[in-house]
């Protein structure tokens, strides 16, 4: 049973450049979450997806953008890249309903801005 | 606005001895609660949650969680502590009603078990 996977592992962008991540969930799940976990801090949340619409947002700018895909994958857009947009992204999968379902996450994107 | 704190930003312990890694929380109601762990340059890894009944949970790898309300704290505990425990610790909440669907992380704990 496939877990989440994210691509790319790694990349490296400059300022003011578009990037897009993409996610795909675990088996059976309907709902992909995205986090930012910058150096030392724990993950905040970006936003969530669940039937190809965003469900909810954190404290992010416009400039995070997302979608997501009738087989359920997602991705993650973000727009004239800051410096202080370099983290690790993760993203989350689970089934929707409940809030005690559980989040499982990828290993993550680490993105660099130079 | 749920919110979670974890107070010490590094715990040390000796392999075999008890470890605990501290957790309170603050949300309106009653609240789930999550443990994760990740290693180095790694996403996050599901030990165990809490959502109703004993306040005792049982997790991975010989993890174990202790729910208390009147203190609002959620500790994560393991009898024997083995190197490889060695990681960064995450303690997660989500309330039970509301709109707010996304988990709420503290800043984490980084465990070291030496040998």
């Known amino acids: 049973d496939a877990g989440v996977t994210q691509s790319p592992t790694h990349l490296i962008k400059t300022r003011g450049q578009q990037v897009t991540l993409r996610c795909s969930p675990k088996?059976?799940?309907?709902?992909v979450s995205w986090y930012q976990q910058a150096l030392g801090q724990g993950p905040q949340f970006i936003f969530q997806?669940?039937?190809?619409?965003?469900?909810q947002r954190g404290n992010f700018p416009d400039r995070f953008s997302g979608h997501q895909f009738p087989n359920y994958s997602s991705e993650l857009n973000v727009n004239a890249l800051l410096l202080g947009d370099s983290a690790l992204y993760l993203c989350?999968?689970?089934?929707?309903?409940?809030?005690?379902?559980?989040?499982?996450f990828g290993p993550g994107t680490r993105l660099t801005v130079l | 606005a749920q919110s979670v704190a974890q107070p010490e930003d590094q715990v040390n312990v000796a392999e075999g001895n008890p470890l605990t890694v501290k957790c309170t929380y603050s949300?309106?109601?009653?609240?789930?609660l999550f443990w994760y762990v990740q290693y180095p340059n790694r996403g996050l890894q599901f030990l165990l949650k809490?959502?109703?009944?004993?306040?005792l949970v049982k997790g991975s790898y010989g993890f174990e969680a202790e729910f208390n309300k009147s203190q609002t704290s959620f500790h994560l505990k393991k009898p024997s502590a083995l190197v490889s425990d060695s990681a960064l610790y995450f303690c997660?909440?989500?309330?039970?009603?509301?709109?707010?669907?996304?988990?709420?992380f503290g800043s984490g704990t980084q465990l070291t078990v030496l040998p």
């Open positions: 949300v309106s109601g009653n609240p789930y």
């Open positions: 989350a999968s689970s089934l929707y309903g409940t809030s005690a379902n559980t989040q499982y």
């Open positions: 088996s059976g799940h309907d709902t």
């Open positions: 809490y959502i109703t009944g004993d306040n």
């Open positions: 997806y669940y039937e190809e619409e965003e469900r």
């Open positions: 997660a909440v989500r309330p039970t009603f509301g709109s707010a669907r996304q988990l709420t």
